[in-house]
């Protein structure tokens, strides 16, 4: 019993080494875009790690913008956070956005790839 109890400790220990502390999935018809950070994301910048597919195969050639941007409101500027992102092979991309206040962020993944057509995928954080 001692051995079972111990198998599930190291399982989850194993397991939270290895969880991000943000994950979110978008969607697009062809495109899904998941994001992620190792990090809970915070007013200021952020690292967020992108994993592309197209219609369930890796999308690895492509160039991808990421737009953070929170509309204007009585008393506050429009604000906005636009980065093209680096690739790192595999339909893997890398961004640094800030988050220049707390609040309901909206983000737009551009999506062009060197064949077909352009797409954007929205979704949204909260910080």
């Known amino acids: 019993m001692k051995r079972l109890g111990l198998l599930f400790s190291m399982m989850f220990v194993v397991a939270s080494l290895h969880a991000a502390a943000f994950e979110k999935e978008a969607l697009s018809r062809t495109t899904t ?10 007013v200021g910048n952020n690292v967020i790690d992108l994993v592309l597919t197209r219609e369930g195969k890796v999308l690895s050639d ?18 906005e956070s636009k980065v093209t992102a680096a690739p790192l092979g595999k339909g893997h ?14 983000i737009h993944v551009f999506v062009i790839p060197k064949e077909g057509k352009k797409v954007r995928i929205k979704t949204s954080v909260n910080l």
Request: no cysteine; hydrophobic share 50%.
């Open 33 to 42: 875009v998941q994001l992620s950070a190792e990090k809970p994301l915070v």
């Open 62 to 79: 492509a160039t991808v913008v990421v737009k953070a941007f929170m509309p204007a409101m009585p008393g506050m500027p429009y604000m």
């Open 93 to 106: 991309y890398r961004v640094e956005l800030n988050f220049s206040m707390g609040g309901t962020w909206q």
